[in-house]
């Protein structure tokens, strides 16, 4: 799937299986990908809402342009 793991070191290091957005997060320098709202996985299917599925992000970068290239990718990510 398209979730990243991020480690934070000396260097940061970015693994995902999508090498495209792989790569478009090294060159924004997204350094922060996490669930938004961890806690819905104790909810019911039913009243997740789809909020298992937001995710908060930060980077060091033009914002702007981070969301033209996911958008402009738009594989796995919807922009809110």
Not at 26 to 31: A, E, Q
């Amino acid at each position: 799937m398209g979730i990243p793991t991020i480690s934070l070191g000396e260097d940061t290091i970015i693994n995902m299986d999508n090498e495209d957005m792989e790569n478009i997060f090294k060159k924004h320098d997204v350094y922060y990908f996490e669930r938004a709202f961890p806690i819905v996985d104790s909810f019911p299917q039913s009243n997740k809402y789809l909020l298992d599925k937001v995710y908060l992000l930060e980077c060091n970068c033009n914002e702007d342009s981070l969301l033209w290239d996911i958008l402009e990718m738009n594989t796995y990510y919807s922009i809110c």
